[in-house]
């Protein structure tokens, strides 16, 4: 994936980069582009994306809460081929899908003087889930520490850390959450992962923007391709029209934008590397497919949410 395009859309979010007076308990999305080849104009995948958040917040004092999640995320991969400069064959068996099953669990705790740390543990699964073996397990890890300048305005700085097939990725992370004095402009930004910038034209109707990236592996682990992994780097930069049904608490959004992903195939026996944003340490590897080419995606999310 290109590294300036990153660059450009991080300086675009933090020009609009909310202290967070909800909770989304639940959220559903869907997308779906055709991303191209850099190599070959015609060459095309088909990219489908489901992704379903459950949490669930659990007090234990006054200064603390647990916190409990699970993610599951289905990308659905079509006419995606490796090994070019052999007889081309599909890079996976039956159902052509990369998922990811992600338990999220940790604990909120107030530190005094308007501080507070959010600290969450990250097991998943990550594979075409032929047949689950100890590749497919990753374990990752976020740190998140905030400071809260007044109702308005929260900061945010951390860290999240994962163990991946292809070495280690570090996220060093800073962030804001600001609601305007009218509360008709929020924006919530935990850069580089996600950013939401959301302005309301009535109490029900919204447009905004959003930002969602994410640097990730999968196990391929079928028979045929036992050997690979494929590791995912994905810049999706969307505008979006939301409406709110029973007074917010359940959004439905639509958003068109523009899809950077891209799935780089790799062999497991090639050397690991340490990514930082999008700096590779120590990275030998080759590549045993062509690199995607951006485009065009549509999406729709359901979101539920709680006041706070």
């Given at each position: 994936?290109?590294?300036?395009?990153?660059l450009?859309?991080?300086?675009?979010?933090?020009?609009?980069?909310?202290a967070?007076?909800?909770?989304?308990?639940?959220?559903?999305?869907?997308?779906?582009?055709?991303?191209?080849?850099?190599?070959?104009?015609?060459?095309?995948?088909?990219?489908?994306?489901?992704?379903?958040?459950?949490?669930?917040?659990?007090?234990?004092?006054?200064?603390?809460?647990?916190?409990?999640?699970?993610?599951?995320?289905?990308?659905?991969?079509?006419?995606?081929?490796?090994?070019?400069?052999e007889?081309?064959?599909?890079?996976?068996?039956?159902?052509?899908?990369?998922?990811?099953?992600?338990?999220?669990?940790?604990?909120?705790?107030?530190?005094g003087?308007?501080?507070?740390?959010?600290?969450?543990?990250?097991?998943?699964?990550?594979?075409?889930?032929?047949?689950?073996?100890?590749?497919?397990?990753?374990?990752?890890?976020?740190?998140?520490?905030?400071?809260?300048?007044?109702?308005?305005?929260?900061?945010k700085?951390?860290?999240?850390?994962?163990?991946?097939?292809?070495?280690?990725?570090?996220?060093?992370?800073?962030?804001?959450?600001?609601?305007?004095?009218?509360?008709?402009?929020?924006?919530?930004?935990?850069?580089?992962?996600?950013?939401?910038?959301?302005?309301?034209?009535?109490?029900?109707?919204?447009?905004?923007?959003?930002?969602?990236?994410?640097?990730?592996?999968?196990?391929?682990?079928n028979?045929?391709?036992?050997?690979f992994?494929?590791?995912?780097e994905?810049?999706r930069?969307?505008?979006?029209?939301?409406?709110?049904?029973?007074?917010?608490?359940?959004?439905v959004?639509?958003?068109?934008?523009?899809?950077?992903?891209?799935?780089?195939?790799?062999?497991?026996?090639?050397?690991?590397?340490?990514?930082v944003?999008?700096?590779?340490?120590?990275?030998?590897?080759?590549?045993?497919?062509?690199?995607?080419?951006?485009?065009?995606?549509?999406?729709?999310?359901?979101?539920?949410?709680?006041?706070?």
């Open positions: 994936m290109k590294k300036n395009v990153l450009i859309a991080l300086l675009l979010c933090i020009g609009s980069l909310q967070q007076d909800y909770l989304d308990i639940f959220k559903a999305s869907f997308s779906t582009a055709s991303l191209g080849n850099v190599d070959d104009e015609n060459a095309e995948t088909d990219v489908t994306n489901r992704n379903i958040e459950l949490y669930m917040p659990i007090p234990i004092t006054q200064k603390a809460v647990i916190l409990a999640g699970f993610t599951y995320e289905n990308t659905g991969l079509g006419n995606m081929y490796f090994n070019f400069d007889p081309q064959y599909d890079f996976v068996d039956g159902s052509k899908s990369l998922i990811m099953t992600r338990l999220n669990l940790g604990v909120k705790i107030n530190h003087n308007r501080w507070s740390g959010t600290y969450v543990a990250l097991p998943k699964l990550a594979s075409d889930f032929s047949n689950l073996g100890s590749d497919d397990f990753q374990m990752g890890g976020l740190a998140l520490l905030e400071k809260k300048y007044s109702g308005r305005k929260v900061l700085f951390g860290a999240y850390v994962s163990s991946e097939n292809f070495g280690m990725t570090i996220t060093p992370i800073i962030g804001l959450w600001y609601k305007s004095k009218n509360n008709k402009f929020y924006v919530n930004a935990t850069l580089p992962i996600r950013a939401d910038a959301n302005y309301s034209l009535t109490d029900a109707f919204s447009l905004g923007a959003n930002l969602l990236t994410s640097v990730k592996s999968y196990n391929l682990s028979e045929r391709n036992s050997e992994y494929v590791q995912e994905s810049i930069l969307s505008a979006f029209a939301a409406y709110g049904f029973l007074n917010d608490m359940l959004t959004r639509a958003r068109f934008g523009f899809d950077t992903t891209d799935y780089g195939i790799y062999n497991k026996n090639q050397n690991s590397i340490v990514q944003l999008t700096a590779q340490i120590g990275d030998e590897r080759v590549r045993s497919n062509k690199e995607f080419a951006a485009a065009p995606f549509v999406g729709l999310d359901f979101i539920f949410r709680v006041g706070l």
